[in-house]
């Protein structure tokens, strides 16, 4: 068992202001809360979307440092967590291995992380956090087809707030965050400073050389914001992020035959790492003049992955492999949306559009060092063009009876080329996309405290590039896969807002899914539109109150994602010959059947818990 214990230092007046928040706050009722799920200040609880929502005092209560932890806590949710490879699976839907970019959409402040190794990172000085689940194609565009995860940073205001927490554990494991934001003009100008740092020694040993920091890592990261509100009607923010990771990466181990080791070893002669690098920059601006909002939102985004494998993992001096990978991306991204205020109306509505530039390189190399040869080394350049226009509209009946439609257009143009100065080939291809992606849904209020609903919307996982492999132009690209989300759930409060309850049940199918298979000529993995699948199953969310200071929250979700259709080329049981296998009836990987959690506090007025 992983014992921690920690530290918790707060300067004097977060102290005061804590104790005497929670003092006041001792409520028997839920805390009223607000998400941006649907892009405007809403009740979660009035929104036909099943979604679950974490305040920062929930985040740091349950010590959720990281994407990993954060959908422990969702029921139908998982993550893929992999060295560099974060794949968000939510509802059963997966990509292919070595994807790279994810199903699920990833945003921090309304900014776009793209590329799936980015989106397990530390988490620090956050004011909330998303988990929308089905596709959200409509508002957020491509690569959200089974959900999204919106992060939000804080913010600083006219209150001046700090706090510095620290904690040591075993295996030589710090980390400490801290933070530090309030005016510089009284109600005009404001900067908030935030920053982390975590250390650990890891826990495998590297029995080959007694090394027992092969698996160690290394994390900084750190963030200023700096708002200006000039007037009531103008609210502009520039964020700009930056963290380093620096990792050893020597968990995986042979679970059985002749090269087994036990738990915490490993037998290795590369030492495999993963470094990461990646800075933001992002301008938000916000005008308000109580008839409609102005949102404009401007990025740009950095990241390079620098990564090595140990392919073999053997310390066998006979058959020695590697697979370096180098990945950079550039990201510059642009979205403006103007939005009704009179959210109390008969007619909401929200129109927007948006665009953005990638550049991205894919640099992998497979490494034969006992016999001093490189076997392949494909670079992979890919320009990426997007513009998208969308909207949505919410018109209610009766006072009870709401009835919501949406719909983006979403454009994108790929170019991408490969060169391999090894294997003596480079192609290139381009790649265009248009889809239209509806949403429709309805919902009724049973009474002020019930809503019932029902929601149609389909998603689409963009296609792309074959970058991690040499071959021909004829397998070089792969197409888009597609799903249709349809959704039937209640939403529910009781005694007095002392208690929640909702519960969703969905039915999804999956067009053209993006596998791996061998392909049957050259005998290597590519990726195919080769499969049809469906997922179906229901989640359930409880909150409760009970009495004042005690919280008791649960989530239950089942998910039986299934393969309708699919015929794999694999080897043969003699490793000598290819065939076909037929995997229709069985389960997609990585797609958990049950999926929960139970969680109770009590938080006294002294802020002890």
Known sequence: MHIKFGLLILLALAIMGSCAGNAMAA????????????????????????????????????????????????PNTHILERSCEHIVVIRGIFPFRGTTYAPAGFYVDEVSYPLHYMQNFEFFDLQRAEILKGPQGTLYGRNTESGVINLYTNQPGSELRGKIKAEYGNYDTFRTVANLSGPVVDDKLFIGLAGLYKTSNGYVENLANGDDKVADKKHAAGRATLRWTPSER???????DAMNFDDHGAETRFLNG????????????????????????????KYDNNDFKVVSITSTLYQTLDKVNDA?????PTYRTQNPNNTEERQYSQELRVSSTAY???????????????DSEFDYRYDILSSGM??????????????????????????????????????QSMDGNLKDDVKKVGYGKELSFDELLPKAAISYDVTPDIMAYASAAKGYLVGGYNWGLTGTLDIFTFEPEYTWNYEVGFKSSWFDNRLMVNLSAFYITIEDKQVSELHPTIAATTITNAAEATSKGFELQVQARPMPGLDIVGGFGYTEAKFDEFSATVWNDQGDALTQKDYAGNYLQYAPKFTYNLSAQYKADNGIF
């Open 27 to 74: 409520s028997h009722s839920l805390d009223e809360i607000t998400v941006t799920a649907q892009k405007s200040d809403e009740d979660p609880q009035q929104i036909p979307i099943s979604l679950d929502y974490f305040s920062e005092t929930q985040l740091e209560d349950a010590k959720i440092e990281n994407t990993f932890d954060l959908l422990a806590f969702s």
């Open 234 to 240: 103008w609210d502009i923010s520039f964020i700009a």
């Open 258 to 285: 002749p090269k087994k080791t036990e738990p915490h070893e490993v037998r290795r002669d590369t030492d495999a790492y993963l470094k990461q690098d990646w800075n933001s920059q992002t301008l938000r601006i």
């Open 312 to 316: 073999d993992l053997w310390d066998d």
């Open 344 to 358: 109390d109306g008969r007619f909401k509505w929200l129109l927007g559009v948006y665009g953005a530039h990638e």
């Open 374 to 411: 490189t076997y392949m080394h494909p670079v992979t350049d890919v320009e990426t063009d997007g513009y998208a226009v969308f909207g949505q509209a919410t018109y209610t009946m009766f006072d009870r009876l709401h009835l919501t439609l949406g719909l983006r257009y979403d454009h």
